[in-house]
C-alpha cells in the first residue's frame, strides 16, 4: 500500500476527528511513530532545523527554547545515529517520553545527515506544531489579556507559555492558605496529589463547555 487515507468527523465546533478509533495521527505514540506522510518534500535550508526540534520535543524538551533544543539535540547526534542503525541494541531512545516517535525521528534525522546533502534529502516525516491550550488563546486575544497571552505563547518570549503549570501554582496556594475548618482536612489531603496533568484536562475542556459534574468526572 503506498497510501492511506483517514475519513474525519467534524464535531459542532468546527474540530475534525479521524474516525478510524486505534491508528490515526492523532491516537498514541506508536501510532504517531509508524505514520508518515506519503508524499515526500526536500528538507531545504531550514528543514533539518525543524526536523531537530521535533525530535526535542518528543524526548520532553518542548519547554525549552528553540536553541536549547537544537543544543539538546546535537550533543546527542552520535546516539541518535547509533539507535538509528541498531534500535534494539542501543535502547536510549526507550527512555524517551515517546518512544516510538522519538525513534522515526532519530532515523530519519540520521538518514537524512547520511545522505550527504541534507536540503535535498526529501523526507516524509511529519514535524508536529501545536497550539498552547487553544481556548484560552481566543480568551486572552478578545480579552487584550496581556498576562493570560504570555501563559498561551501569544506574547514574544524564548520559552513557550504553560498555562497548566501556572494555574497549578495558583491552586497549591489556594490549598496552602486554607484555614476554613470546613475544608481544611480536604485541603490536607490534597496536597502534593494535584498535578498538572489533573489541572490540564479541566482547563482544557472548560473552554469548550465541560459542565461542573463533567469536570468531577474528569
Request: with cysteine.
Amino acid at each position: 500500500v503506498d497510501s492511506l487515507y483517514f475519513p474525519h468527523n467534524i464535531d459542532f465546533r468546527g474540530r475534525a476527528y479521524p474516525i478510524p478509533p486505534h491508528l490515526n495521527h492523532m491516537g498514541a505514540d506508536i501510532s504517531r511513530g509508524i505514520l508518515e506522510f506519503s508524499e515526500g518534500r526536500a528538507l531545504g535550508p531550514n528543514g533539518m532545523y525543524w526536523l531537530k526540534v521535533h525530535l526535542a520535543n518528543v524526548m520532553g524538551k518542548d519547554k525549552c527554547t528553540f536553541e536549547e533544543r537544537i543544543e539538546f539535540v546535537d550533543s546527542i547526534v552520535d546516539t541518535v545515529h547509533r539507535c538509528a542503525e541498531d534500535p534494539r541494541n542501543n535502547i536510549e531512545w526507550i527512555q524517551s517520553e515517546n518512544p516510538w516517535q522519538t525513534l522515526a525521528v532519530m532515523k530519519e534525522v540520521s538518514r537524512a545527515f547520511k545522505s550527504g546533502d541534507v536540503e535535498n534529502y526529501v523526507t516524509h516525516c511529519h514535524v508536529h506544531l501545536d497550539g498552547s491550550c487553544n481556548g484560552m488563546q481566543h480568551y486572552a486575544a478578545f480579552g487584550r489579556d496581556a498576562k493570560g497571552a504570555s501563559k498561551v505563547s501569544l506574547a514574544p518570549s524564548d520559552r513557550p507559555g504553560d498555562v497548566y503549570t501556572a494555574i497549578l501554582e495558583l491552586v497549591e496556594e489556594l490549598i496552602n492558605k486554607e484555614i476554613d475548618p470546613k475544608f481544611i482536612k480536604i485541603a490536607e489531603s490534597l496536597k502534593g496529589n494535584v498535578t498538572r496533568k489533573v489541572i490540564k484536562q479541566t482547563v482544557m475542556t472548560s473552554v469548550y463547555g465541560v459542565t461542573f459534574i463533567g469536570a468531577q468526572r474528569e
